[in-house]
């Protein structure tokens, strides 16, 4: 399954942002979704991952009681809702799909990436 991110932009430090995760010709089925960033000069890293019931979910140390990661297998979406933004939050983020039950936290367990989406938090 190949995934695509979308929603990012440029915000101010303390907005906030819901970015959208779908994925392009079938649907999650029953996989784990997880979220990634990338900020420039620096290696890729876990953000929050959400298991295919949406019962288990997972985060970030950085990101944890300002992120919120939740899907509607209905609609085959994932999202992740980001508020109180800071500048350190600037990264590209990606979304990839996992067949593992209990959502991981490392990028080798995810497979599917599509580009990204740019997320700019100016201070």
């Known amino acids: 399954v190949q995934l695509q991110a979308s929603g990012g932009g440029l915000v101010q430090g303390g907005d906030f942002l819901r970015l959208s995760c779908t994925a392009s010709?079938?649907?999650?089925?029953?996989?784990?979704v997880g979220w990634f960033r990338q900020a420039p000069g620096k290696e890729r890293e876990f953000v929050a991952a959400?298991?295919?019931?949406?019962?288990?979910?997972t985060y970030a140390n950085s990101v944890k009681g300002r992120f919120t990661i939740s899907r509607d297998n209905a609609k085959n979406t994932v999202y992740l809702q980001m508020n109180s933004l800071k500048p350190e939050d600037t990264a590209v983020y990606y979304c990839a799909a996992s067949a593992i039950l209990t959502p991981p936290r490392t990028e080798n367990a995810y497979g599917g990436w599509g580009q990204g989406t740019q997320v700019t938090v100016s201070s």
């Open positions: 010709g079938r649907s999650f089925g029953t996989y784990a």
């Open positions: 959400i298991s295919w019931t949406g019962r288990t979910t």
